[in-house]
């Protein structure tokens, strides 16, 4: 079975700085993969994802995200953090050929931008 | 933003009863999926739908039934509210096909007292 860890459940960032959240998949084949953001009291909302095109895959408000299969993950990134994107971000791995019902979610990230 | 409305938008209700939630879609979308939000564990899968009179169970299924007659209408039931179910739970659906992705409603905040 397919399972998603994401590596830490808070992570704090300057405004301006690097954003880096951790994304490590489990699967007997390549995965699809897909990260979300949520805002709060709101509900998910898609901000990319992976489906065996290009391993670099641009989203929305300025992330991306690179699969690398050698190392079985899917991080996320922006190179400089606004304080609009405070919010939780969560990875989520499906699989191909797979059950519809299996779309597996992470733990969520929680990103705070300190100005 | 898709098409999909979850009600109601906030729940109170007491332990013992009965409590539906209702997720509405206006997408065509064959796939509709229960999660419920909990701190520290992310969204885990109550049940999904692959169409109508079709669903099966998820991870965390124990205490919930669910049901689909429309294309456009999944309910959910917590045939007897426990405290342990008070969450935030969210509908989603989602199109043909294990690479598309999936859209969200806005959640229902249910609590049990």
């Known amino acids: 079975a397919q399972s998603v860890t994401q590596l830490g459940s808070h992570v704090s960032v300057s405004e301006g700085a690097l954003v880096l959240l951790r994304c490590n998949y489990s699967s007997s084949v390549p995965p699809y993969l897909f990260w979300y953001v949520q805002y709060p009291n709101q509900g998910l909302q898609l901000l990319l994802k992976y489906t065996s095109a290009a391993t670099l895959v641009k989203g929305i408000n300025g992330f991306e995200a690179e699969f690398k299969k050698s190392e079985t993950s899917f991080h996320l990134t922006k190179p400089s953090a606004h304080m609009s994107d405070a919010a939780e971000y969560f990875c989520?791995?499906?699989?191909?050929?797979?059950?519809?019902?299996?779309?597996?979610f992470g733990k969520g990230t929680k990103l705070s931008v300190k100005p | 933003d898709a098409g999909i409305t979850q009600s109601p938008r906030h729940k109170v209700t007491e332990t013992g009863t009965p409590v539906t939630l209702r997720c509405h879609q206006t997408?065509?979308?064959?796939?509709m999926y229960w999660y419920r939000q909990d701190p520290g564990h992310g969204l885990r899968l109550i049940h999904y739908?692959?169409?109508?009179?079709?669903?099966d169970k998820g991870e965390v299924s124990d205490g919930y039934s669910v049901s689909r007659s429309k294309t456009e209408d999944f309910l959910l039931t917590l045939e007897s509210a426990t405290s342990s179910q008070t969450s935030v739970y969210f509908c989603?659906?989602?199109?043909?096909?294990?690479?598309?992705?999936?859209?969200f409603g806005q959640g229902t905040r249910l609590t049990v007292v």
């Open positions: 989520a791995v499906s699989v191909p050929g797979g059950s519809q019902g299996n779309l597996i």
């Open positions: 989603a659906i989602r199109g043909r096909g294990t690479n598309a992705e999936a859209f």
């Open positions: 739908s692959y169409g109508v009179k079709d669903t």
């Open positions: 997408e065509n979308h064959r796939y």
